[in-house]
């Protein structure tokens, strides 16, 4: 038989084409591709082998919005974040694990919340797993009025009628960071803050926390910062021009970090050697050789796992994964050592 496609150039090949190829009608090849009863081994091989042959592949969004469910989970996601890039990674298996579907909506500079979640509805989402969103909270419990929401690293006070909530405990992550650092020697450790980002206020709370238990409450410094390398770069010049320069920093997060070693490369001032640098997330960014950057790690696995695991059980009717009834799942962090920390000079 010959391999030559049975169909136009840069047509896309039909059920019927694969019937014409196999020499059987329409009907049997669809319920070969339905993998439905009515069609014996040979039959099936033979439809199988003509859809290899010319190309052909299901197209399984229009089969899910011909049946009564979509099976699609939507997921918001800040296209500059590599968290979340790694974030969106762990959802992908975790819900082809589930036999659900993932659509992707991103928020950027030029498109709002809003916007991404307007577009996931439209296409019919089952459930929303919203990563890092910063929509008041009455917009968000709205929204789960609609359908099964799931909001990922962000705190929100629990309610049984807002969001489910998967999180990592970010008090305990900075409290890891401020603990290692302290380890090594350093009393002089400058916070630089995320704002009004999830997490923030978790993080400067448990750097507080750490520094006072262990008796460094006169060095508590809380430097202006935001999740961005700009707003990293922002903090560094100004420790680097106004001092006085402290030994240690434990950045918001990895890109804040990486905005903080910028500025500091470029001034002159050694990493480690000058000053320890810590991030947190434990992103792809932080694992780059160039950086090699000590930060406080989030379980991306297990918080994707949690998080479709809560919105496939809303959308199902089932309890949550463990059966515990509460809205929300905290992760414990973990700290990773790398090659941005050292003692003090």
């Known amino acids: 038989m010959s391999l030559t496609p049975a169909v136009p150039d840069g047509k896309r090949p039909t059920l019927a084409d694969v019937a014409a190829r196999a020499g059987v009608s329409t009907a049997l090849v669809s319920i070969v591709m339905r993998d439905a009863k009515g069609a014996g081994a040979a039959t099936r091989e033979r439809v199988l082998q003509a859809a290899r042959e010319i190309g052909y592949r299901p197209d399984a969004r229009a089969r899910l919005l011909r049946s009564r469910r979509s099976r699609l989970i939507g997921v918001q996601f800040g296209l500059q974040h590599p968290f979340h890039a790694d974030l969106v990674e762990g959802v992908y298996a975790a819900a082809e694990a589930a036999g659900y579907q993932i659509a992707l909506s991103a928020v950027t500079a030029g498109r709002s919340e809003q916007r991404a979640v307007e577009t996931l ?55 890891q960071a401020v603990d290692h650092l302290v380890g090594l020697g350093h009393r002089d450790v400058v916070h630089v803050d995320g704002g009004r980002a999830p997490g923030a206020a978790d993080r400067r709370r448990g750097y507080r926390t750490a520094m006072n238990r262990h008796g460094l409450g006169a060095h508590l410094r809380v430097m202006p910062g935001g999740p961005t390398e700009e707003a990293g770069a922002a903090a560094a010049r100004a420790l680097v021009t106004a001092g006085p320069r402290p030994t240690a920093v434990l950045a918001f997060n ?63 009717g089932g309890a949550a994964p463990g059966g515990t009834g509460a809205v929300e799942d905290v992760v414990p962090p973990r700290l990773v050592v790398r090659g941005t920390t050292a003692p003090p000079r």
């Open 121 to 175: 509805l439209a296409d019919r989402c089952e459930a929303l797993i919203l990563l890092g969103p910063q929509a008041p909270a009455a917009r968000l419990a709205e929204l789960a009025g609609q359908l099964p929401v799931v909001s990922v690293a962000r705190r929100l006070r629990p309610s049984g009628s807002g969001p489910e909530v998967v999180r990592t405990a970010d008090d305990e992550g900075a409290r």
């Open 254 to 316: 990895d890109r804040c970090a990486s905005g903080v070693l910028d500025v500091f490369l470029r001034a002159g001032v050694a990493v480690p050697g000058d000053v320890s640098v810590v991030g947190f997330d434990d992103s792809r960014l932080a694992r780059l050789a160039h950086i090699g950057l000590t930060t406080v790690g989030q379980d991306v696995a297990r918080l994707a796992r949690l998080a479709v695991g809560r919105a496939v059980a809303r959308v199902e």
